[in-house]
């Protein structure tokens, strides 16, 4: 917790603002359990605290401190200054808001919009992991959590088209598709950039990135910064709109695709003026029309399903679709696709430096179910999943290896002159 929180005020306001509607739904919770074999934190430690019911204990407290006979009475138990900072850790690095608990609970509690509304009434309160508040603030101020001001998206895009000799349209006037990018991928994967130019231009789709609106990861949900998702949403919102496009593409992230997909309208007040497509459901759409050819891929590999793609994203079809024809050994996973084991870096948990120890614990799940499939190649649609990773891959030095799906269809593209 940062110094600056009054802590008498950080609680008023973290209790003033949980609402009735999510105390009720966190009040039907019924004690079964069943939710903790579910999550993957619990799983990796089997430490009875990262049990998901536990993460509506915040909610309970707040709202048991001010309702009910003993709350009206003032003799209900207070939040402390000690609960404040034990829910940061709960709520903010122990949370990947990936749904899996959902799939199990009987009363169909979803812990991961709890975690949402949790976080924005900590965040109101001004607690939250000061990197993670440091990525949303860099977003509203310099464009991107890693820095990638309009001027730089302009410099690496024109390097990036010299380097590949590939077309790479910034502020095209007249293209029906918006692109966005991860700053992710842009900074650390820019191969994953070139790649999706490479397919949409051999498909002759009318596509551009915009300097107005270009980063897709908004680090203002995820650190529950209502303001700055706003913001984040309505730089693309109006950037789709001053272009005409009808369609915005989500590249390779999962939570970017969530929040433009399912919360953007409900940010903004408004309805979209535009379809928005994860890059996996826009290809696959392409495929569909008989736009690619591909050569085979060899290797061995499994797919890594990102949870805000699959599970609560629902294009888990789409990549098996794209796989096929183009993985000539391709292994499921077990569990796999709608009950996939997270990367345990998503919700921004990747961005909390001092989560890391338990996220390379959350990899051994992962890294376990690619060995049972006999592979060592781990296929994602995920940059955020792919750099969770790549560094847990670093850190436990395990010896397989971590792909992109896009990358993996442009360098196995079959091109016109190839014929
Ligand atoms: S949403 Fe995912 S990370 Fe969060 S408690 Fe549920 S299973 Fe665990
Ligand atoms: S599965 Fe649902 S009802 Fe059971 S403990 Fe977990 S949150 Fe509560």
């Known amino acids: 917790m940062t110094d600056q929180v009054n802590v008498q005020a950080a609680v008023d306001k973290f209790v003033g603002l949980v609402g009735r509607p999510l105390a009720t739904w966190a009040e039907s919770c019924v004690r079964c359990g069943l939710c903790a074999e579910a999550c993957h934190f619990y799983q990796a430690t089997k430490d009875p605290k990262y049990t998901p019911a536990w993460k509506l204990q915040p909610i309970l407290k707040a709202h048991r401190s001010k309702t009910g006979f003993l709350g009206l009475l003032g003799i209900a138990p207070k939040v402390t200054e000690a609960d404040l900072t034990e829910w940061e ?82 502020d095209k006037e007249g293209a029906e598709v918006l692109l966005t990018v991860s700053s992710i991928e842009m900074m650390k994967y820019p191969d994953s950039i070139v ?102 891929f060899d290797e061995p ?46 919700g921004g948990v990747q961005a909390i430096a001092r989560s890391a120890p338990i996220r390379y614990k959350v990899f051994k799940i992962k890294t376990d179910q690619v060995a049972e499939t006999g592979t060592d190649t781990l296929v994602s649609a995920c940059a955020n999943c792919r750099l969770t990773m790549d560094e847990a891959k670093a850190a436990t030095k395990w010896g397989g290896k971590l792909e992109s799906i896009v990358e993996i269809m442009a360098s196995h593209l079959i091109e016109k002159d190839d014929d």
């Not at 919360?263 to 928005?276: C, D, K, M, S, T």
């Open 301 to 346: 590999c499994t797919y890594h399903d990102p949870c805000q793609i699959s599970r609560r994203g629902g294009a888990t079809e789409d990549a098996r679709y794209l796989l096929e024809g183009l993985m000539t050994d391709f292994r499921e996973m077990t569990p796999t696709a709608n009950s996939n084991w997270c990367c345990g870096g998503g």
């Open 195 to 296: 790649s999706m130019g490479k397919l949409l231009n051999h498909a002759g789709v009318n596509w551009t990135f915009s300097s107005k609106g270009y980063e897709s990861t908004n680090f203002g949900y995820l650190s529950g910064k209502s303001d700055i998702a706003k913001t984040m949403t309505l730089r693309i919102v109006e950037a789709a709109e001053a272009l005409k496009v009808k369609t915005v593409i989500i590249p390779e992230c999962g939570h970017a695709y969530g929040v433009m997909r399912w919360q953007a309208a409900n940010v903004i007040g408004r309805p979209l003026p535009f379809e928005v497509f994860h890059i996996t459901e826009y290809l696959a759409k392409l495929k569909r029309e008989g736009k690619f050819e591909f050569k085979p």
């Open 89 to 170: 850790e709960l709520i903010f690095d122990t949370c990947n808001m990936c749904g899996r608990c959902t799939l199990v609970c009987p009363m169909g509690i979803d812990i991961a919009s709890i975690t949402g509304a949790t976080r924005q009434a900590l965040a109101s309160a001004g607690i939250g992991p000061a990197d993670l508040f440091a990525a949303a603030e860099n977003s509203r101020d310099r464009g991107s959590p890693l820095g990638l001001t309009p001027e730089k998206l302009e410099d690496r895009l024109e390097w990036l088209a010299d380097d590949n000799e590939i077309d790479l349209p910034l």
